[in-house]
């Protein structure tokens, strides 16, 4: 049983249609994220999953369950972590206050102390709320949507707001709960996140899924055309390469090919033979932002 079936989700506010016959799947242990632009949707999608808001139309189940039926949400409410945009948490307590609180909602939740050290807080652990810094209270945002130990985590973009470091240790926590076996669906804004940590990736564009697929292979630039880079040599003019290129720019050579193993072999043969060094040289896909930025602009066309 997936961990999250969405079939033809379907909501709308007032004449505002913020999700239009939205359909996708999560597995059982899968990291998935949900990107997208500013208000394409993926909040909305998300809160329903959660139990939040109610949809027009559609049928979703959450571990199993229809997340807006009333005699399953406490017991949904137990086994999923939710780790919203804003969260309004008490300015005059401490942080070990809330989690501790917040834990007794919990029928097995993780140790305070735990999830204190799992986010990074230890030093922080007895200071009040409103002392925290933005990141730091990202930091405790996170840790109430694990200290229930649950399933299934929701995070509405975990790591914006943090420093460099505090990213890369929210990536860290997330790859270790994923290891243990939790499902995560996040959304974010950050392809290098997207790289880092999701299994599957759908993207919204105005309400509906334009793509989805691995990061990888999104938009297929796994298979698509490769730029290949590199400088001159010196006392080589461009007619003596065995290849035709694309631009030369500075002396900078660009060549953009489907065929980059067949282009490879006939550049390194050649300059091998001739003891010459191609220097600076590269060779680059399309990267997942050109795709995500080409499906949401041509959506937005
Ligand atoms: P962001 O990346 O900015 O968080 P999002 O993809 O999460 O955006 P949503 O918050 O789901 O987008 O919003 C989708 C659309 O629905 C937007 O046009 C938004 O203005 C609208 N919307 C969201 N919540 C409400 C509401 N409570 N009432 C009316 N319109 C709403």
Do not use: C
Request: hydrophobic fraction near 40%; proline fraction near 5%; avoid cysteine.
């Amino acid at each position: 049983m997936p961990a999250i079936t969405v079939e033809n989700l379907q909501k709308s506010y007032g004449d505002k249609v913020a999700v239009a016959d939205v359909s996708f799947d999560v597995q059982r242990g899968e990291v998935f994220a949900l990107l997208g632009p500013n208000g394409a949707g993926k909040t909305t999608t998300i809160e329903i999953l959660e139990g939040f808001r109610r949809r027009s139309s559609g049928t979703v189940e959450t571990l199993g369950v229809d997340p807006a039926d009333t005699n399953t949400q406490r017991w949904l409410r137990t086994r999923i972590g939710v780790v919203l945009q804003e969260l309004a948490v008490e300015p005059f307590y401490s942080v070990r206050q809330v989690l501790t609180r917040n834990a007794g909602y919990y029928p097995s939740p993780r140790s305070v102390d735990e999830v204190i050290s799992l986010v990074g807080l230890d030093e922080k652990a007895d200071a009040r709320v409103k002392t925290l810094s933005g990141g730091q209270q990202r930091r405790l945002d996170v840790g109430l949507g694990i200290v229930g130990n649950p399933e299934l985590l929701f995070l509405d973009e975990p790591t914006t707001g943090l420093d460099p470091s505090g990213r890369r240790d929210s990536w860290e926590l997330i790859r270790r709960l994923a290891a243990d076996g939790t499902t995560v669906l996040l959304t974010t804004h950050y392809m290098d996140e997207v790289e880092a940590l999701a299994d599957r990736v759908a993207v919204l564009s105005n309400a509906r899924i334009v793509a989805t697929g691995t990061p990888s292979s999104l938009g297929g630039r796994d298979t698509g055309v490769v730029t290949i880079r590199f400088s001159l040599p010196e006392g080589i003019a461009l007619g003596d390469l065995p290849v035709p290129v694309h631009t030369l720019h500075e002396g900078r050579v660009e060549i953009r090919t489907e065929d980059e193993l067949k282009v490879l072999y006939a550049l390194s043969g050649w300059a091998l033979e001739r003891g010459l060094r191609l220097p600076g040289l590269s060779v680059a896909r399309v990267t997942l932002e050109d795709v995500y930025l080409a499906l949401t602009r041509e959506d937005e066309k």
